[in-house]
């Protein structure tokens, strides 16, 4: 049921995300005859291979914040689930790595526009890159990372993994379509809003995803995630706003975050991710309502089947995220 459940996520990410490329005209577009570049498969991985290292990373991050805060260690020590959820956690980490390295070569060779077959003859360029340099500290952050939780014995140790969880994911974020302008009040805002966004993404997604491997006789783990849930939806949804409203040029043109997400394919994927989000609260209260006083009771079927297609209703935004950094 797990490994079905796991294998849903990944197939619900990545069709929302080919679905939103293609009709917010985001997708790669073929090149004009005579033209050389990148080609369609290597122009196609990087947001497939985007949205892997961030699933990736959510379940590294859901697994080491199980570890290290969720389940209750014994004497700082961990055992049983919690070192599970170590072990697991180095091993989704050697993915993130992976997805990684594949999206740090496909990167690279789609800037350059060579095909990946010539990006060693362009290694030099493809260093001086700032998108290809955050992405080459991402793939040492996370081997580091795979290394020290695959010999994680505390919840010290689980902790300092967070620390380099955070590092690891700002890295590339800083690159992005808010960091363009460093010296823009704006952008500046932009981009910490998104890292704050990211970071709460992350512990909400990637806290749901532990609770329903590691937490299913551990009604405290489940009570403080309802915590926690809370706190990053309320986090995600002021973020998500005020970076919506920034890109969509709100401070220039009015209220952007009205006007142009029925009349731009960016503004589309904000008003649809703003309704995943709602679809997201609802859930939430349906839990805080009816399934965590049923799971109280030790009637627990309603609340699991509940957060099983919250889970999914996440990958899918997690796709649509990935597709609003790629569309224009």
């Not at 990373?57 to 919690?82: C, E, F, I, N, R």
């Not at 993915?95 to 060779?109: K, P, Q």
């Not at 589309?268 to 995943?276: I, R, S, T």
């Amino acid at each position: 049921m797990r490994k079905a459940l796991g294998l849903g996520v990944v197939t619900a990410g990545v069709v929302v995300l080919v679905a939103a490329l293609v009709l917010a005209g985001g997708a790669p577009k073929p090149l004009p005859a005579g033209l050389t570049g990148a080609g369609q498969p290597a122009s196609w991985a990087v947001p497939v291979l985007r949205l892997l290292a961030d699933l990736a990373a959510v379940a590294t991050g859901g697994a080491v914040l199980a570890a290290a805060w969720l389940l209750t260690a014994t004497d700082k020590k961990l055992s049983g689930q919690a070192l599970r959820a170590c072990q697991d956690a180095a091993v989704t980490a050697g993915l993130w790595a992976v997805a990684s390295i594949g999206l740090l070569l496909t990167t690279a060779s789609v800037i350059l526009g060579v095909p990946l077959s010539q990006l060693a003859a362009r290694a030099g360029d493809a260093g001086s890159l700032d998108q290809v340099r955050a992405l080459a500290l991402t793939v040492v952050l996370t081997a580091v990372l795979a290394v020290i939780l695959s010999g994680a014995r505390t919840v010290a140790t689980a902790r300092v993994a967070l620390v380099l969880i955070a590092a690891a994911l700002t890295g590339p974020l800083l690159t992005g379509h808010g960091a363009t302008e460093q010296t823009n009040l704006w952008s500046v805002l932009a981009t910490a809003s998104l890292v704050v966004h990211v970071f709460c993404a992350t512990a909400w997604i990637g806290g749901l995803g532990s609770v329903l491997r590691y937490g299913r006789d551990q009604l405290a783990m489940i009570e403080r995630f309802s915590r926690l849930a809370f706190a990053c939806a309320v986090t995600i949804g002021l973020t998500g706003l005020l970076t919506a409203e920034i890109h969509l040029g709100g401070r220039d043109d009015g209220f952007g975050l009205i006007t142009q997400w029925v009349t731009t394919g960016y503004g589309a994927l904000v008003f649809a991710k703003a309704v995943a989000f709602v679809l997201l609260v609802w859930i939430g209260r349906m839990h805080r309502q009816a399934t965590l006083p049923a799971l109280a009771a030790n009637e627990p079927a309603a609340f699991w089947r509940l957060a099983a297609v919250e889970l999914l209703v996440m990958a899918g935004t997690v796709g649509l995220a990935v597709a609003l950094s790629r569309t224009p």
